[in-house]
């Protein structure tokens, strides 16, 4: 393998792809092989350090990693579809926080996505305001012990590890009493049940922790510190969420594709529609298509001038700006359909999502029920739009009464 570090350019990171490809080609081996050569590689996010799947380069530069492996190989892996959380999110606190040995035993796995994580923040009586969270670790010699419920846990129903927010002092004012642990989801007192979503999917779950035992190394960051870790956590999931539009790709791309199939042109789109009604619906899909391309490149802009760690509010602003762009597209995708838009065919199951045979026309009714939630997951777009204000324009912040007083005299509704 020839060396890493910020020397390497644009050529010298193709050689390494392709030195890659020669240890251990996608269409050749299974995933798990190609996934952890790809890690071994450097090439896993070529922004981590050397040593933890990177090379130490700009977060920009891995789109030439996936550009040189689709050139040469018929199978690809898509990151972020394979283990969201844990590469998105779990992965960049992990680097950050965790002591050595979790590092080397965690990151790899992460990647190949033999470990799905979860986050654990959310809870029935703090969603926006995560910090006033009522989960208890208490301490119990060297372990920790948890009770509580938390809500709205995508993929815990797979997830072998979670990023667990927990109150350890209710004493303290409610950011200072938090810490952060790694949670086993395997361990005795960790019951998951599925919640259903507008789609019919469940996509995500409620967490009731009872009397669950975790190891006292397995706190990230310094007991009592936990929201720092969390600010980690959850700045690297808008920039994983906002980060979804690349250009020629996303929702935007299945839109046309559906205008080009489906739309009036087609016959069965034509369909009791004027030349006027078609000319608009034209213009609208043109103006998303736009609007699309340059959330596409304001987010390469961004990770180009990246570095691993704690990203800024850049961030959110994409975050706020795709979760509001894909309910657009997704509202228009209906229009294109016309009137069929009405009739869900695939009925109505209850169902965990996997990623099933699903038509164009399927899609775009089911994309639309399912990006209503883009602007609440990974915080909604009314908070987005207040560390826009605050972080970017430099506005007065909300005012926050709460901030100095201990977290138990807080007065709180039933959960
Ligand atoms: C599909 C999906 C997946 C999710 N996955 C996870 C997960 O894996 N793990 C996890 O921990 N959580 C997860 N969540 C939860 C998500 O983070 C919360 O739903 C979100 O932070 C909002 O919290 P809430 O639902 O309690 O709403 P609330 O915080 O109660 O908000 C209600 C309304 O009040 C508004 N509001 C609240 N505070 C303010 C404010 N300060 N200024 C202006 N308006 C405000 C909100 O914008 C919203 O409109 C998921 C949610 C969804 C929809």
Request: glycine letters at 12%.
């Given at each position: 393998m020839s060396g890493g570090g910020e020397a390497i350019g644009e050529e010298a990171l193709r050689a390494r792809v392709?030195?890659?490809?020669?240890?251990?080609?996608?269409?050749?081996?299974?995933?798990?092989?190609f996934r952890r050569a790809q890690y071994d590689h450097g090439l896993a996010w070529v922004h981590f350090p050397e040593?933890?799947?990177?090379?130490?380069?700009?977060p920009g530069l891995q789109a030439i990693v996936d550009d040189e492996i689709a050139r040469h190989a018929r199978t690809t892996?898509?990151?972020?579809?394979?283990?969201?959380?844990?590469?998105?999110?779990?992965?960049p606190t992990v680097l950050a926080y965790a002591p050595e040995a979790y590092k080397q035993a965690l990151l790899p796995r992460i990647f190949t996505a033999e470990d799905v994580w979860c986050q654990l923040f959310s809870e029935p009586g703090a969603g926006s305001d995560v910090a006033g969270l009522a989960t208890r670790a208490v301490r119990d010699g060297d372990d920790w012990i948890v009770n509580g419920q938390k809500v709205w846990a995508s993929l815990a129903h797979r997830a072998s590890w979670a990023m667990l927010l927990a109150r350890t002092d209710p004493d303290k004012p409610k950011h200072d009493g938090l810490s952060y642990f790694l949670l086993d989801m395997r361990s005795p007192g960790v019951e998951v049940r599925p919640l259903y979503q507008i789609t019919g999917d469940a996509e995500f779950n409620e967490v009731f922790l009872n009397d669950v035992r975790i190891p006292g190394d397995r706190i990230l960051g310094k007991e009592g510190a936990g929201w720092r870790v969390a600010i980690t956590t959850l700045m690297n999931e808008r920039v994983a969420i906002g980060g979804y539009s690349r250009p020629g790709q996303g929702m935007a791309e299945k839109l046309l594709r559906l205008w080009r199939e489906e739309g009036p042109s087609s016959p069965r789109g034509a369909q009791g529609r004027s030349a006027a009604e078609i000319a608009v619906l034209r213009d609208e899909v043109v103006r998303v298509h736009?609007?699309?391309?340059?959330?596409?490149?304001?987010?390469?802009?961004?990770?180009?001038?990246?570095?691993?760690?704690?990203?800024?509010?850049?961030?959110?602003?994409?975050?706020?700006?795709?979760?509001?762009?894909?309910?657009?597209?997704?509202?228009?995708?209906?229009?294109v359909i016309g009137s069929d838009a009405l009739v869900y065919e695939t009925g109505y199951p209850l169902e965990r999502v996997e990623a099933g045979e699903r038509?164009?026309?399927?899609?775009?009714?089911?994309?639309?029920?399912?990006?209503?939630?883009?602007?609440?997951?990974?915080?909604?777009?009314?908070?987005?739009?207040?560390?826009?204000?605050?972080r970017m324009l430099g506005l007065p912040g909300e005012p926050r009464a709460d901030k100095d007083v201990p977290w138990k005299e807080i007065p709180r509704g039933r959960a």
């Open positions: 392709r030195e890659l490809l020669a240890a251990a080609h996608p269409d050749e081996v299974d995933r798990v092989t040593g933890y799947g990177g090379l130490g380069l700009s892996y898509a990151d972020l579809v394979l283990n969201p959380i844990g590469i998105g999110m779990g992965a736009v609007e699309s391309e340059l959330l596409g490149i304001t987010n390469q802009r961004t990770k180009d001038a990246m570095r691993a760690g704690t990203p800024g509010p850049e961030g959110s602003v994409a975050k706020l700006v795709q979760a509001e762009l894909n309910k657009e597209i997704t509202e228009l995708a209906l229009s038509s164009l026309r399927e899609f775009a009714k089911h994309d639309f029920l399912r990006s209503r939630a883009n602007s609440i997951e990974g915080g909604t777009s009314e908070v987005m739009r207040n560390i826009l204000g605050e």
